[in-house]
């Protein structure tokens, strides 16, 4: 199957495509601020996480499964189709009930997000050739920076003022913008042919996924609770495989996902995913209740990050042709542990602008793994795999999130009981979950010296992995001319 997307429509739509990342971007910091609200009307503060998690769940399992699904059928139908779901979702989660309702509610928007994210960078792959593509992909990037500035803003704004339901509702607009401008100017010729779509393979794959994050987000639950997950994960991904191997048509490409450029790719954006979650979680909590400064301050701290992605993906082009695709990867790689690095040396007396400098430094590092994996993964298949080979990145990130955020955390619990002997362990629990914890925390020497070590702990296990995703960085297949601009990868 091959197909074509008209280009004389392109500004149109990487308008739509702007509005639809937008859409799903500033809905995670926007929900984040408005929670603390909704659990005060709606109860259940013990399924506060599951609002984000089963948000994350479904966009993480259906990412992959949609990438396949635009091979297929073409990007239009798809995509579309992923954003009906959104914005049905988002209509009923604003009358949601209860905690349960909104849970239910926000996994089908994951439904329909998981479809958004990998079929538009996909759709810019199909557009624009390879000394184009950075420069689309650098302002679909500033997007997510934008939203993640605006979004906490809005979202108090939107609970001070009306109802906490629309900041779901402000969503169908911007859905049915997106739509509008997907049926007029994104038109596609795709050649109709016989598929068997794999559908026990993707309930082998959704099980598995599932466990799998539901294991690792509930670290807390009890040992067979855990246990029983992983045989589940286990079987079920063992089931996925075998199906996957004599399927006709596999929802996952074995061969797709083994090539060593894809694989390579897949690991280093993994551990890169892995590493940019622990600083996006810890080093806040470091600002506040470390070095005693505002949540302002704190997060100017982690803006410096979404400065920085944003400008290297759209310096990625220049980069490319001045010193080639392979030396731009390996050496601008090598910001993201050297950004790492600068959280090594923080101490109770540091500034935050150390801090600011090592998160702006891992943003920029972060930028240029993650587009020159999207581009080198694009540009290695044919127009009938790119929807799997660029969803497969999204996937690994996805991933990666999930498996930082929950083994770092661990890192974090198991300092705070080492260096806290007991007394002051528990006593560091107290304060941490106080409304003013993190304020209190700063003014109590003793208890603020276990937390600066325990969190030293853990910016030790994100500059291991920024040193892993940087390693694997040289992995990666490419060859020393590529990206040059008179060069084919």
């Not at 609002?51 to 949609?66: D, G, K, M, P, R």
Request: net charge positive; hydrophobic share 55%; charged share 10%.
């Amino acid at each position: 199957m091959s197909g074509t997307v008209d280009k004389t429509k392109r500004p149109w739509i990487i308008a739509s495509i702007v509005l639809a990342t937008f859409m799903v971007a500033i809905e995670a910091t926007i929900v984040a601020t408005a929670m603390p609200r909704i659990v005060g009307q709606l109860g259940g503060f013990t399924y506060y996480s599951w609002v984000f998690s089963a948000f994350l769940l479904a966009q993480s399992t259906t990412t992959v499964i949609y990438g396949k699904l635009s091979d297929v059928f073409g990007r239009k139908p798809i995509l579309i189709g992923g954003i009906i779901i959104f914005l049905i979702a988002s209509a009923a989660a604003g009358f949601a009930w209860s905690m349960s309702s909104l849970i239910a509610f926000r996994l089908l928007q994951g439904v329909g997000a998981g479809a958004i994210q990998p079929v538009t960078m996909t759709v810019v792959g199909d557009l624009y050739k390879l000394e184009e593509r950075a420069r689309v992909q650098g302002v679909l990037a500033s997007v997510w920076a934008i939203s993640a500035v605006t979004g906490p803003v809005a979202g108090g704004v939107i609970v001070d003022n009306v109802s906490w339901g629309w900041i779901f509702w402000i969503n169908l607009p911007l859905g049915l913008l997106t739509i509008v401008g997907f049926v007029l100017f994104l038109h596609e010729s795709v050649k109709p042919r016989r598929v068997q779509i794999d559908y026990l393979g993707t309930l082998f794959f959704s099980v598995a996924i599932i466990s799998l994050l539901v294991m690792l987000t509930e670290t807390t639950s009890s040992f067979g609770t855990i246990a029983s997950l992983a045989a589940v994960f286990c079987v079920s991904g063992t089931l996925f495989l075998a199906q996957e191997r004599r399927a006709p048509e596999p929802i996952i490409s074995l061969a797709l996902w083994s090539q060593r450029l894809i694989a390579t790719s897949n690991v280093a954006t993994l551990l890169a995913g892995m590493a940019l979650i622990g600083l996006t979680t810890v080093l806040p909590i470091y600002v506040q209740g470390v070095l005693g400064k505002s949540p302002l301050v704190a997060g100017f701290t982690l803006t410096m990050l979404v400065v920085g992605w944003p400008m290297a993906v759209m310096l990625s082009n220049r980069f490319y042709r001045a010193f080639g695709i392979r030396n731009t990867l390996r050496s601008g790689s090598l910001l993201f542990p050297v950004g790492a690095a600068f959280l090594l040396f923080l101490t109770p007396d540091s500034s935050p602008v150390s801090a600011g400098l090592g998160s702006f430094l891992m943003g920029f590092g972060m930028g240029l793994i993650s587009i020159t994996s999207v581009v080198l993964v694009q540009e290695s298949v044919e127009w009938s795999m790119r929807g799997s080979a660029t969803a497969s990145i999204i996937f690994s990130r996805s991933l990666g999130n999930t498996l930082g955020a929950t083994i770092l955390g661990a890192i974090l619990n198991m300092g705070i009981f080492y260096f806290g002997s007991g007394d002051l362990a528990t006593k560091l629990q107290e304060v941490l979950n106080q409304p003013a914890g993190l304020t209190d925390l700063a003014t109590t020497p003793a208890i603020r010296t276990v937390f600066h070590s325990a969190l030293h702990w853990t910016f030790w296990g994100v500059f291991i992995v920024a040193m892993l995703a940087f390693a694997t960085t040289w992995l990666i297949p490419v060859s020393r001319e590529a990206g040059h601009k008179e060069a084919r990868i």
